[in-house]
């Protein structure tokens, strides 16, 4: 037994010291491993690099859109009303895109001019609106030159076969025509907007003419006037209704006339007070007129205008009689009253009043007035109460023959 306990320690000790130089080698190697980890950890964060890099831009295409509403119930179409104006470029890695939103059943001219933001030499725009089935509609311009511009016409007439309710819901709903701005030339293959649209990207040249043409409804005018209030005349001028109203001898227009367009009222003053986009007076010409932009059509695919006015009865001034009233003094310079600042003549000699023959004092009659006394002395005056005697023939011979 002591035999065999001694052989199996020798063996022990041969294991171990085989244990130890298989080990060995492995914790040397994971030394050397973190020792080069470090070291690589280090020149990681302590290395720099230093160099000069030119920056890359991108060509940038950014356009001015404006859109003009046309009048197309007079030829050649005028404008209606002011034009609406918005940019579509893009905005870092954003289109920025430039959405319109229009009444239907209108016609409007649209004109794409790029702008100073603009760096690209040339681009192009994606032109997007729903048609009256919903369908997405999208169309490319032509290539638009930095300092070129473009210009097409768009139309959103109403389309045949819709009933009432189909009709009213089209126009309870707003038209939006969006436009996207690309720099470059439009390249078909490359584009991926045909899978968002559904369907075949149409081209665009300068001057088309796209949409539905808007249709020319009927105007049904209805006039709740008075009886001193007559219609003289009423005319379309281009494309703005012009009613001329006039009122009897005694009357006079009242101070608002009512103006109902598809149940949109309107209070238009007859003093001559102007509101663009909205019905107006002239006072002068006594007409009234309704621009073109308000007769768009309701839901029973008509316009209805109701005009509603009552004349005033103009209060006469009574004329009372004034007595005849003496001549006024003039001014003007007499004989007797020289101008200011003239010396004044020598006075005539006041008029002698004459004689005129007695009167009898209150309530005795009167008699014949005896001659009046005259101033010249005579032979001889005989005393109060004493007659006078009769000449003879004796004395007035004697004094003849004196």
Not at 150 to 172: C, S
Not at 286 to 315: D, H, N, W
Request: aromatic residues 8%; hydrophobic residues 35%.
């Amino acid at each position: 037994m002591l035999k065999i306990f001694r052989s199996n320690s020798k063996h022990t000790k041969r294991r171990d010291g085989n244990i130890l130089r298989l080990v060995l080698p492995s914790l040397l190697s994971v030394a050397l491993c973190l020792a080069c980890l470090a070291g690589t950890t280090w020149a990681w964060f302590t290395s720099t690099v230093s160099g000069n890099f030119a920056t890359l831009n991108a060509a940038r295409f950014s356009c001015t859109i404006e859109v003009q509403q046309m009048d197309v119930s007079v030829e050649p179409h005028v404008p209606v009303g002011d034009s609406l104006t918005q940019r579509a470029y893009r905005d870092g890695d954003k289109d920025v895109p430039a959405i319109f939103e229009f009444d239907y059943n209108s016609s409007y001219q649209v004109t794409i001019t790029p702008d100073d933001e603009s760096t690209a030499s040339q681009g192009y725009c994606l032109v997007s609106f729903m048609d009256a089935e919903k369908n997405l509609l999208v169309y490319h311009t032509q290539k638009i030159a930095k300092d070129g511009t473009f210009t097409f016409t768009y139309e959103n007439g109403i389309p045949d076969g819709l009933d009432l309710d189909e009709l009213a819901d089209l126009l309870a709903q707003e038209d939006k025509l969006t436009f996207v701005a690309y720099w470059g030339e439009y390249i078909p293959a490359a584009a991926g907007f045909m899978k968002a649209a559904g369907r075949e990207i149409s081209g665009m040249k300068n001057g088309a003419v796209i949409g539905l043409p808007p249709v020319q409804l009927p105007v049904t005018t209805t006039y709740k006037l008075g009886d001193h209030i007559a219609l003289e005349d009423e005319t379309l001028r281009d494309g703005t209704r012009c009613i001329v109203l006039r009122a009897a001898e005694g009357y006079a227009l009242p101070e608002t006339i009512e103006v109902t367009i598809n149940k949109q009222a309107y209070s238009v003053y007859t003093a001559g007070e102007r509101i663009d986009g909205q019905p107006w007076f002239d006072f002068e010409n006594s007409t009234l007129f309704i621009p073109g932009g308000l007769l768009k059509p309701g839901y029973t695919r008509s316009i209805m205008v109701t005009i509603q006015a009552e004349a005033v009865a103009v209060a006469v001034p009574e004329i009372t009689p004034t007595p005849e009233a003496s001549p006024a003094p003039t001014t003007e310079p007499t004989e007797s009253q020289p101008p200011y600042g003239e010396s004044t003549p020598e006075a005539s000699p006041a008029p002698t009043t004459e004689p005129t023959e007695s009167q009898p004092p209150y309530g005795e009659s009167t008699s014949e007035a005896s001659p009046a006394p005259t101033m010249e002395p005579i032979e001889s005056q005989p005393s109060y109460g004493e007659s006078t005697p009769e000449p003879t023939p004796n004395d007035e011979d004697a004094g003849g023959g004196e």
